[in-house]
């Protein structure tokens, strides 16, 4: 991921990005152009692929070109891509000229989440989407989806390592947001609602209206406090897109090769120790109404509505003094079948199967810092699991998934009768 002849074509790309900056900061109007000139590009590049997949009918797993550090960005572009629900729906999508028709005016773009109408997430996000698993064995140059990160999400600009789990947050809630905001006055939360059953289950609503991002990831918290004091119990419910899980203290040690005959972190001792009763330290006191001042309390999580997808963030960054650490424990996760039923509020109100989980994709941080290293991942596609790392996929198998140092787990409900609930 480092030699030579990458970082030459790296400087290359740097210049480009750098330029389609500049234009657009300088003209919408020249900005106009170049994106037209980009929409070409990309529609001979498509129908090159389709030459490829039409001589072929072997399913080629297409890797994605890292453009300087950005594989915090493709790891977390492949595991979507291989979340079927998410993935169909921006498929789908009609394309943006499509869209808005040859004859459509400069602003093109009508977008809430930034108030800039010159680019658009969800499009960017859609063609990156529409390019793999193509058939293409050349790896995709996922720069235009960059240069749309770089203008909506500052803090992502540069070519510095970035935490793969921050970008796949701002990455949902700017996706999320973009979707409520509506194209050319339609909006495609109607668009959703309309053509899908995906949001009439969804209770959950993060920002208001549900898009797509809500109806997959969208689970609810019930977050529990009792004041220590008077005993008053206060219910809250958090709607939530993904759950940062701890590895227990006790797990967090570095062992050297001869020790690790001890008890092995699992899943599921991450799990409980996020759903225990936890006694609220002192810098965090609890307003209490009823004491009508800050006091000791106990927290306590229920999970209150399991989402369709579930995404489990193994917090493997923690700060001391100075510097961001990695806990660089390995913990044992399942490929198939993980159950969520006891973490429910109410599990008598579920189905047999509904709490069933099967893994799906995994994001794997290779290196010590966060500042540093090399992220990858692993993802089933139609039953096989593939190792991507860039522009480099590999097959692989379960054994050596399930060996990952799993930093960003992504699991799919089970459904309860196969074909029942199609989308
Ligand atoms: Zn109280």
Redesign the pocket.
């Known amino acids: 991921f480092n030699n030579v002849e990458f970082k030459e074509t790296l400087m290359g790309l740097v210049q480009k990005v750098r330029e389609h900056l500049q234009n657009l900061e300088n003209s919408a109007f020249t900005s106009d152009r170049h994106r037209k000139r980009k929409l070409l590009e990309n529609s001979s590049l498509n129908s090159k692929l389709l030459k490829v997949n039409g001589s072929t009918t072997a399913l080629c797993a297409t890797g994605l070109r890292n453009l300087g550090n950005t594989c915090f960005m493709n790891a977390i572009l492949q595991s979507l891509s291989n979340i079927q629900q998410f993935c169909c729906y921006f498929k789908e999508l009609p394309a943006v000229e499509l869209r808005n028709g040859k004859t459509a005016g400069r602003r093109t773009y009508h977008t809430r989440s930034q108030g800039d109408n010159n680019v658009s997430l969800v499009e960017e996000f859609r063609k990156t989407l529409c390019a793999l698993w193509q058939g293409s064995q050349t790896a995709f140059s996922p720069e235009s989806l960059f240069y749309v990160v770089w203008k909506i999400m500052p803090n992502f600009r540069g070519y510095q390592q970035q935490d793969a789990h921050e970008f796949m947050r701002y990455l949902l809630d700017h996706l999320h947001l973009e979707l409520q905001g509506g194209f050319n006055g339609v909006s495609r939360s109607v668009i959703l609602q309309e053509n899908s059953n995906l949001s009439a289950s969804n209770k959950c609503c993060i920002n208001g209206a549900s898009t797509v991002v809500t109806a997959i990831f969208g689970g609810i918290l019930q977050n529990e406090v009792n004041?220590l004091?008077?005993?008053?119990e206060s219910r809250k419910f958090d709607p939530f897109l993904d759950l940062s899980l701890d590895i227990p203290s006790q797990f967090r040690n570095k062992r050297t090769k001869n020790q690790e005959s001890g008890p092995m972190c699992t899943l599921r001792d991450c799990l409980r120790s996020f759903t225990d009763l936890e006694e609220l330290d002192e810098t965090e006191l609890y307003m209490?109404h009823?004491?009508k001042k800050k006091?000791k309390s106990t927290k306590k999580f229920w999970i209150q509505k399991l989402p369709k997808v579930l995404c489990l963030h193994l917090k493997r960054f923690h700060w001391t003094a100075y510097l961001r650490n990695k806990v660089d424990t390995y913990v044992e996760f399942p490929l198939r079948g993980l159950d969520m039923k006891c973490y429910l509020l109410e599990p008598e109100n579920s189905g047999p199967e509904s709490c069933l989980y099967d893994l799906v994709a995994v994001v794997v941080h290779h290196g010590s810092g966060v500042g540093s290293g090399h992220y990858t991942a692993y993802a089933a596609h139609e039953g096989r699991w593939f190792h991507f790392n860039d522009s480099t996929v590999t097959l692989t198998d379960e054994e050596t998934v399930g060996k990952a140092k799993a930093y960003i787990l992504f699991y799919v409900e089970r459904q309860a009768k196969p074909g029942a609930e199609k989308l």
Request: hydrophobic share 10%; proline share 0%; with cysteine.
């Open positions: 004041c004091i008077c005993g008053t209490c009823k004491c006091q």
